[in-house]
Nanobody, 116 residues
Framework: QVQLVESGGDLVQPGGSLRLSCAASGFTFSNYDMSWYRQAPGKEREFVARIITGGSFIRYADSVKGRFTISRDNAKNTVYLQMNSLKPEDTAVYYC?????????WGQGTQVTVSS
């Protein structure tokens, strides 16, 4: 069955870094655009970053531009989110999303907390 398993979330101090991973299985990973979203307490889920199938096009939310980097390894069926210069407002549950032509999958999320 389809699985997206996020990992790498943690408690980190402001200014710190984290690398999130999302391991995919059960579908042809290379055919799917991959994205990261996040949801803070009391707020709606919001877009963070997207990388298309071949990795040639990437888009970021304005709030993370210059600080976050999305990448993918199609050989490992994994998408990554490198997060630098973290701020308290980056605190959220981070979700991995796979979007194909006809279907759309979500992971269970990983908690990122930025606090001193």
């Amino acid at each position: 069955q389809v699985q997206l398993v996020e990992s790498g979330g943690d408690l980190v101090q402001p200014g710190g870094s984290l690398r999130l991973s999302c391991a995919a299985s059960g579908f042809t990973f290379s055919n799917y655009d991959m994205s990261w979203y996040r949801q803070a307490p009391g707020k709606e889920r919001e877009f963070v970053a997207r990388i298309i199938t071949g990795g040639s096009f990437i888009r970021y939310a304005d709030s993370v531009k210059g600080r976050f980097t999305i990448s993918r390894d199609n050989a490992k069926n994994t998408v990554y989110l490198q997060m630098n210069s973290l701020k308290p407002e980056d605190t959220a549950v981070y979700y991995c999303n796979a979007r194909g032509r006809w279907d759309n999958y979500w992971g269970q999320g990983t908690q990122v907390t930025v606090s001193s």
